[in-house]
């Protein structure tokens, strides 16, 4: 069956994405993975190099006779980068590849509402334009990441109060020029896993689950497709209506057993003590046999949830990121369990692959700076407002 024709814009958000993705890559690889003649191929760099997109440099040949030229995206293109969760509002600037000029962190005040959140973004976009006028940076993307954000949360956002539409006003009034773009926490992080982390387990379509603050996943597609990253908030799948209270406002879901807050009750220390070893609190912080018991429970629970969510869309991956992704295998086993359990069958009938990845929660705003330039790629380096098609 012949292959769709395909826009100039798709075409290049094709060659950006596969960039992204890969670090970079040799001309053969790259028009083969973008399904496209080498000839094709070079008229595109020719036009993204120009623009100030890529770069080719020169690197050993991978084989004999073999190119030289490396295509990446260019060091030199300028991102904004916030990231909202329940303590603070990261903002920064850098690059396509992930590099940070400037980080900064502005406190959340205690009692959340809407125009405190609201007063904390303007605070975080002055600070923003200030840094970058002073230095004349032009930005080519801004990417903003909220825990919880959804179709309806016009209607209100039930994990962090704010406005995201009035949010977008300021934006709008401060950066005019610079394409903006929204997303869930959840999609943030699948992205930065994908594009950032070496040796990601996987390359077509799976579920990515992260477990920090909350419990969220989102569905990973290919990237050039409109609806491959959909957030699915797993998390609130409810349990025991008489069980902890989520800050949903419901009662035993998911994410009141296994978020970060729920994981350092369990373990008898505050949310700090649990972060301040970083990635070592399993060999820091000591578990008893009955708290180990109640961790694996609470785990198989979580898997439930995973393969519930698998019930309803199947998919042959699942990739499992944040604390969870740094127990034993001992322990990690009943994750594993809870997706078995499920009606029809988990993994065993499915045949599902399942890798746990780092959690990559702790290095804001490097996940919501990996969703600006996933955007970027996304619309072909292209103005946001531009229809040009082949």
């Not at 020029?177 to 040796?199: G, K, L, Y």
């Not at 820091?284 to 979580?302: C, N, V």
């Amino acid at each position: 069956m012949p292959e769709q024709p395909r826009s100039r814009r798709q075409t290049r958000a094709a060659i950006l994405t596969h960039l992204l993705q890969s670090g970079g890559s040799f001309r053969p690889p790259l028009a083969k993975a973008v399904r496209l003649s080498e000839a094709s191929l070079s008229r595109i760099l020719f036009d993204l190099k120009a623009e100030g997109l890529i770069e080719e440099v020169r690197r050993p040949a991978p084989y004999v006779g073999g190119p030289t030229g490396l295509v990446s995206l260019d060091g030199s293109v300028a991102l904004a980068a916030l990231e909202l969760n329940s303590q603070w509002l990261s903002v920064g600037v850098g690059g396509l590849s992930g590099e940070l000029q400037y980080a900064e962190r502005l406190s959340l005040p205690k009692k959340a509402t809407v125009e405190a959140v609201g007063r904390v973004f303007r605070e975080a976009l002055t600070l923003l334009r200030d840094w970058t006028r002073r230095r004349r940076i032009t930005l080519a993307q801004i990417g903003i990441t909220i825990p919880g954000l959804g179709r309806l949360s016009e209607l209100g956002n039930p994990i962090i109060p704010c406005d995201v539409e009035r949010i977008g006003d300021m934006f709008g009034a401060m950066f005019a020029s610079v394409p903006i773009e929204f997303t869930n926490s959840v999609v943030a992080h699948a992205i930065f896993h994908r594009c950032r982390t070496q040796d990601y387990p996987f390359s077509g379509a799976h579920l990515f689950v992260f477990v920090g603050q909350g419990v969220a996943g989102t569905w990973m597609d290919d990237p050039t497709e409109t609806d491959a990253l959909q957030p699915v908030e797993l998390g609130h799948m409810v349990f025991n209506t008489d069980g902890p209270r989520c800050r949903c406002g419901h009662h035993g879901c998911v994410e009141a057993y296994t978020s970060l807050p729920a994981l350092a009750e369990l373990l008898g220390v505050t949310e700090a003590e649990l972060l301040q070893p970083g990635n070592d609190w399993g060999s820091t912080i000591p578990l008893s046999s009955r708290a180990r018991q109640e961790l694996r429970a609470r785990l198989f629970r979580l898997g439930l949830a995973i393969g519930n969510t698998l019930n309803v869309k199947p998919c042959n991956g699942v990739a499992i990121s944040g604390w969870p992704s740094l127990l034993a295998e001992e322990d990690r086993k009943a994750v594993v369990e809870g997706i078995d359990a499920c009606l029809l069958g988990g993994r065993k009938l499915a045949q599902v692959s399942l890798a746990f990845v780092p959690p990559s929660n702790g290095n804001d705003p490097q996940a919501a700076l990996a969703f600006a330039a996933f955007c970027l790629a996304g619309r072909g380096g292209m103005p946001a407002a531009s229809t040009e098609a082949a």
